[in-house]
T-cell receptor, first 112, second 112 residues
Framework: DGGITQSPKYLFRKEGQNVTLSCEQN?????MYWYRQDPGQGLRLIYY???????QKGDIAEGYSVSREKKESFPLTVTSAQKNPTAFYLC???????????FGPGTRLTVL | GENVEQHPSTLSVQEGDSAVIKCTYS??????FPWYKQELGKGPQLIID?????GEKKDQRIAVTLNKTAKHFSLHITETQPEDSAVYFC???????????FGDGTTLTVKP
């Protein structure tokens, strides 16, 4: 089955701890994205990567970090510097052409 | 950067009626406009998209129209069914730097 997987589905962490969210795709897509979704709001772009070993900040990158060492993987680390980390995190990927984004099932992070 | 506004934020219709959701965008260089459906606790799923060289696209009960001059595009759902109840998001993709901006979403409720 081709697709995007995110793990875990639910994640709980104590305040002050860094946490890494996993995103893997086997669609052979070049580009990958991380979005944050808060209740009743749209998707806000955190980071995106259009090619391996390269990534760009999105609109709300502060307090987050990413890496893109492999084409199929784009992990997101939520650092202790992120002031309000509790949210629903969505990963997406797209080919160069067509450039339709396909989303994973999401990870709900709760910081206690 | 791109700015996308989506209206209405909530929409309630009777089963069998039509539903229309409208989005406006600011960057005339945006060239790709997808619509996503998101069910509770899940990632968004693409339902239809349109590119800037096309004015209208239809897929069974779903259609999207694009007015490049006015910079707005709309989602039309005919013969609505209770399973159409979900949150719908529009997005506009900029040609450069190749990232998408999402609207804040519309919660559609179809009453049986």
């Amino acid at each position: 089955d081709g697709g995007i997987t995110q793990s875990p589905k639910y994640l709980f962490r104590k305040e002050g701890q860094n946490v890494t969210l996993s995103c893997e795709q086997n669609l052979n897509h070049d580009a990958m994205y991380w979005y944050r979704q808060d209740p009743g709001q749209g998707l806000r772009l955190i980071y995106y990567s259009q090619i391996v070993n390269d990534f760009q900040k999105g609109d709300i990158a502060e307090g987050y970090s990413v890496s893109r060492e492999k084409k199929e993987s784009f992990p997101l680390t939520v650092t202790s510097a992120q002031k309000n980390p509790t949210a629903f995190y969505l990963c997406a990927s797209s080919a160069s052409s067509p450039d339709t984004q396909y989303f994973g099932p999401g990870t709900r992070l709760t910081v206690l | 950067g791109e700015n996308v506004e989506q209206h209405p934020s909530t929409l309630s219709v009777q089963e069998g009626d039509s539903a229309v959701i409208k989005c406006t965008y600011s960057d005339s260089a945006s060239n790709y406009f997808p619509w996503y459906k998101q069910e509770l606790g899940k990632g968004p799923q693409l339902i239809i998209d349109i590119r800037s060289n096309v004015g209208e696209k239809k897929d069974q009960r779903i259609a999207v129209t694009l007015n490049k001059t006015a910079k707005h595009f709309s989602l039309h759902i005919t013969e609505t069914q209770p399973e159409d109840s979900a949150v719908y998001f529009c997005a506009a993709k900029q040609k450069v730097p190749g990232k998408s901006t999402f609207g804040d979403g519309t919660t559609l409720t179809v009453k049986p």
